[in-house]
């Protein structure tokens, strides 16, 4: 993997934040980046049918799934309402101002 002076900030926002988003065009190496900034967590990705759909029947039992464990959450985009439910299940769940 090419080093990437960019992952330093990554690691250390995570540290802050308790959500940091990695926006980017295609192929340019998101995944693969914070994939190796953080093999310990949990990895679900939203293009993957059987955790979109799981996403989508009961998004408050899949978000308690994984509000224990530090995941990445892969293109959430292409699964909009859990999108939109994610943003309000946190809000209201930690209520921390800047969280996004």
């Avoid at 340019?28 to 994939?35: C, H």
Wanted: glycine share 4%; proline share 5%.
């Amino acid at each position: 993997m090419i080093a990437r002076s960019l992952g330093k900030k990554i690691v250390s926002m995570a540290k802050t934040f308790p959500v940091v988003s990695l926006t980017g065009p295609r192929q340019s190496g998101k995944t693969t980046l914070v994939r190796a900034l953080f093999p310990h967590y949990a990895y679900v990705n939203f293009e993957n049918l059987n955790d979109r759909a799981a996403a989508e029947e009961d998004p408050i039992r899949f978000l308690k799934a994984y509000a224990k464990k530090r995941s990445l959450l892969m293109r959430p985009r292409n699964c909009l309402n859990f999108s939109l439910i994610f943003k309000w299940w946190w809000m209201n769940r930690r209520r921390w101002a800047g969280s996004f």
